[in-house]
Nanobody, 114 residues
Framework: QVQLVESGGGLVQPGGSLRLSCVASRDVFSFNDMGWYRQAPGKQRESVASISRAGSTYYVDSVKGRFTISRDNAKNTLYLQMNSLKPEDTAAYYC????????WGQGTQVTVSS
């Protein structure tokens, strides 16, 4: 059974930090590159960061230098450390394989506001 469970979101002031976590089922996590995606109200879902099974990373320009993606293969867990958060980072954040599968978890809401 596919499992993607995101957590760690919340309300934070501009300039603040959050660390998102995603626990995935072993069969999903072990054999796939993984990514974090986000969807803001009224906008399409976009990929913001990805990491290969070997640990190579990629970031979209808007988060480069502020976000760090990592994975713990022993725990089947994906992380996203988000620093220097901006109001435009407000969105629901999801993890998924790269490219994304048709199954999505419930996501975790990140709201950046003063």
């Amino acid at each position: 059974q596919v499992q993607l469970v995101e957590s760690g979101g919340g309300l934070v002031q501009p300039g603040g930090s959050l660390r998102l976590s995603c626990v995935a089922s072993r069969d999903v996590f072990s054999f796939n590159d993984m990514g974090w995606y986000r969807q803001a109200p009224g906008k399409q879902r976009e990929s913001v960061a990805s990491i290969s099974r070997a640990g190579s990373t990629y970031y979209v320009d808007s988060v480069k230098g502020r976000f760090t993606i990592s994975r713990d293969n022993a725990k089947n867990t994906l992380y996203l450390q988000m620093n220097s958060l901006k109001p435009e980072d407000t969105a629901a954040y999801y993890c998924n394989t790269l490219p994304s599968s048709g199954f999505w978890g419930q996501g975790t809401q990140v709201t950046v506001s003063s």
